[in-house]
């Protein structure tokens, strides 16, 4: 069984260095001593793009982003939807690992937390589902739309939150997307309903 202690210290880390009420009042009471999981490596496409982006060393708050990069080839990477939901281009340049929850690579009944990948020019149609969700970009570039609003720029460590089965959407440019996401307060692996193609 591989460790993944020192990404799950990271990711803690991480969330520590953020100081915003919505985040705090998310994480609020949530036990990190967790049990670890024997899951296999599984590797994806969109992986790949890890190996183009340049993390700057001097920038603290690029160390969660270094330790996945360091582990990507160890996790267990997996995907929500088939090639009927958006196409095959689209599960190209799409992923997700998680890295505690029901399925994670640490055991947690009560919240789920991991990463999102997207590719390059790729669009993420809305989507929406029980769990209260954050999202922290790791890198720039992406646009995120929010209760089928227009779609706005969001940068590297913004707080992104959905209230419960809110609509949401995100759109990538040149830049691959890596966000760090978590959920609570609803089914930790229910697939997200499909609720149009806001574009």
Request: hydrophobic residues 40%; aromatic residues 12%.
């Amino acid at each position: 069984m591989s460790d993944f202690t020192s990404l799950l210290q990271s990711f803690r880390a991480y969330l520590a260095s953020h100081h915003e009420a919505v985040l705090a009042r998310f994480l609020e009471g949530f036990d990190w001593q967790m049990a670890e999981r024997a899951l296999e490596p599984r590797g994806l496409p969109v992986v790949e793009y890890l190996s183009d982006i340049a993390v700057p060393t001097d920038d603290h708050d690029n160390t969660l982003l270094s330790a996945l990069i360091r582990d990507a080839a160890s996790l267990h990477w997996a995907q929500t939807y088939s090639t009927g939901d958006f196409g095959d281009a689209f599960l190209k340049r799409y992923g997700w690992v998680e890295l505690f929850g029901t399925r994670g690579h640490f055991d947690s009944d009560v919240m789920a937390g991991g990463f999102l990948m997207l590719g390059p020019e790729i669009h993420y149609p809305d989507h929406h589902h029980v769990a209260e969700e954050i999202y922290i970009p790791l890198t720039g570039g992406s646009l995120w739309s929010k209760d089928a609003g227009a779609f706005v720029p969001r940068h590297a460590g913004e707080i992104i939150h959905h209230p419960s089965d809110v609509r949401h959407a995100m759109q990538t440019q040149r830049e691959t997307l890596v966000a760090l996401y978590l959920w609570r307060g609803g089914p930790l692996a229910q697939k997200s309903i499909i609720s149009g193609r806001n574009t």
